[in-house]
C-alpha cells in the first residue's frame, strides 16, 4: 500500500512540473509514469541500501531508460521525459539545508551536506551516461519493436483517414 501512495505521489509530482515547464502534453503521462517508477525504484532500493549513490543512480538509469523509450513511442524530445520525471531525485533541500548551515556558521555540517549533494549528482549524471549507453545497444530492437505498435496519434492526426 504504502509503495502505490509513493508512486502515485511521484507520478502527480512529475506531472505537475510538467506542466510548469510546460512539456507537450503527449508527454506528461509517459514522463509520470517515468518519474513515478524511477521513485520507486529509489525508494525501495533505500530501504535495503542506506547509502546516496546506489539509489540515485538506480532511479536514474530507470529514467534514462524508459525516457529514451517514451521518447521514440510519443515521437518528444528525451529531455521532455526527462526533466519532470527528475524532479523527485534532485538534492535541492540537501542543497538548502548545506547553504543554511554555512550561513549559521557550522563549516561541518555545511560540509557534509554539500558533500552529499556532489555525490547525488554524481551519481544522476553517471546514471544518465549509463542509461545512454544500454539504450544505444538496445535501440534498433526497440525501434523495430516499436514499429509494430499501434501508432500515437496527435490531436492534429485524429479524424483524418489513413
Known sequence: MRLLIEFMISVLSSIGFGVITNIPKRALLPAGITGGVSWCAYWLISLQDHSLI?????????????????????????????????????????????????????AASAAQQIYNVILIAMALAVGFVVA?????????????LIAKLPKVQTKSQRGKRP
Do not use: C, D, W
Request: hydrophobic fraction near 50%; avoid cysteine.
Open 54 to 106: 546506489l539509489p540515485n543512480f538506480t532511479a536514474t538509469v530507470i529514467i534514462g531508460l524508459l525516457g529514451n523509450y517514451f521518447a521514440i513511442r510519443h515521437r518528444v524530445p528525451v529531455n521532455t521525459i526527462y526533466i519532470p520525471s527528475l524532479v523527485s531525485l534532485v538534492p535541492g533541500g540537501i542543497a538548502y539545508l548545506g547553504a543554511r548551515s554555512f550561513t549559521m556558521g557550522k
Open 132 to 144: 545512454e549507453v544500454i539504450f544505444k545497444a538496445v535501440r534498433p530492437q526497440l525501434v523495430r
